[in-house]
């Protein structure tokens, strides 16, 4: 379950988009499932006249009532917004549920009151799934008491996750959220023009696009400068970013999509791609090497790509599939708390990265997902040391460099042979999750299992995503008409994916 929480400053306007039609008409029968008094006494009505708009005079008023007593001693922002969401694997949860785990929420954050103190207003508003299917409910606030006393809040965002957790356990949700342990990385979330802007041109968000290219240039790179050079073989435009003291030393950088036409590019820094995508982290693939110059950075060529013919291809996928069976194979003599491990994770993750380059070049569909779920499954705490060196690391490593130079499939026979390669990745994928639950990590063992849940589906129905391209993977942007004539997952099989 994830907790988002927003502020405002003003009940009514909050309360007409709950009871609006949303943003891309998500908002399908609205109603309240729980709140600090009766359910039928707090519920707003239609107006008579048209029987189509929400009257929400009464519910609005009685909201603000506690923020209007405090008046001077009020908080400004005193609408506290926290929608709750399930991820769409999670299925759906009835009303009287949503009920419960509202009022539990509410509770544990300390809004409801104690005998000591007087307790806030507080609705949970449930309407339709939204755009991307998950099925959740919006809790609305007034951060002031029932005897007009305002209320301060401090690391609210933290208490949120920490109560998530709490009733994940108490009504038996899936935990997919890996960068809720303490300390973990943090993967930024796409913003709301980045949503629109992806949805206009039928494309993934440029976000994601780069968030992929990026771990994909890192699988089997061997130096700091040889993963700049695989980005830009990719196509990816790269800046580093200098210190204010020292031109020569790079601290940071960005990279972007190279536009199409007279378009300029946007920008974006490595950890606002995800937390362990920032220079600091990615440094410690290499902890005994000194960080190269700006210099370097900026005379990084582009790492060459190979046309291989197409009997060349299936040859290499096909040793890669048996390479990857073969390290299936030896994972599971390597103990729970191994210090392999972590090594082993991140280096699962930049593979999967690696084949969802290779199955799906525009960054849409079920292997995209899979690899971007374990990829929070394998993220690491900030402040976690290099990990140690593995050799099974080391070969998939080399797994990722063959599959670099292979491009996408082409065609159907291509696919079937590629599809070989995909199904010792899931393997890949299973293992990790079991690895992560022998570990007790909880939110590491969901997400790596909502992973292997995105593939599952496509080995048993021996479907694979294939996108007809030319070689090489492509980060430009298409032309809707383009974009979807290219070929796409069994639309049986992607349905039941997008469940």
Known sequence: MIPKVTYGARVRGLLEYLWGPGKVEEHVNPHLVAGYDD???????????????????????????????????????????????LPAQEGQ???????????????????????ERAGCRWIAVRHGLSAKGNDHVHLVVTLATEDGAPVWLRQDKRRSQQVADLLEDEF???????????GATKRPELTRPEVERARRVDQAPDRELLRRQVRAALAGAGSEVEWV?????????????????????????????????????????GRSLDGDLSLTQIRKRWPDAPPPPAAQWKAADSAESTTLRGEDRMAVWRSS????????????????????WPMVARASADLMARVAAATEPS??????RAADALARAAAPPRRAPAPAASTIAAELGRVADALMVTGPAR????????????????????????????????HAAGAAARAAAHLMPL??????????DVPGPRVGREEPDAARARARVDPAVDQQMQR
């Open 39 to 85: 359910v039928a006494l707090l519920a707003p009505g239609r107006h008579d006249r048209d029987g189509e708009r929400w009257s929400l005079d009464e519910l609005a008023a009685r909201l603000d009532a506690p923020q209007i007593a405090a008046g001077e001693r009020g908080v400004k922002q005193y609408v506290w917004q926290c929608s709750l969401s």
């Open 363 to 368: 960054g849409r569909g079920p292997v995209t």
């Open 411 to 442: 065609d159907g026979g291509e696919a079937a042979v590629l599809l070989a390669v995909v199904v010792q990745a899931a393997r890949l994928v299973v293992a990790l999750a079991e690895l992560r639950a022998a570990e007790q990590q909880a």
């Open 172 to 182: 038996g949700l899936g935990k997919w959220t890996p960068g809720r342990v303490a």
């Open 459 to 468: 080995i048993a129905q021996g479907a694979v995503h294939v996108e007809r």
């Open 321 to 340: 599939a048996a390479a990857l069976e073969a390290i299936s194979g030896r994972l599971a003599g390597v103990a729970p708390g191994s210090p392999q």
């Open 229 to 269: 050079a695989r980005m830009r073989g990719a196509g990816l435009l790269v800046a580093a970013r200098t210190a204010a003291t020292d031109r020569d030393q790079v601290v940071g950088y960005a990279v972007a999509l190279r536009p199409v036409g007279a378009g300029k590019p946007r920008w974006y820094a």
């Open 93 to 115: 949860l009835d009303d009287a549920t949503w009920g419960r785990i509202a009022a539990r929420f509410v509770a544990e954050m300390g809004f409801s009151g104690s005998p």
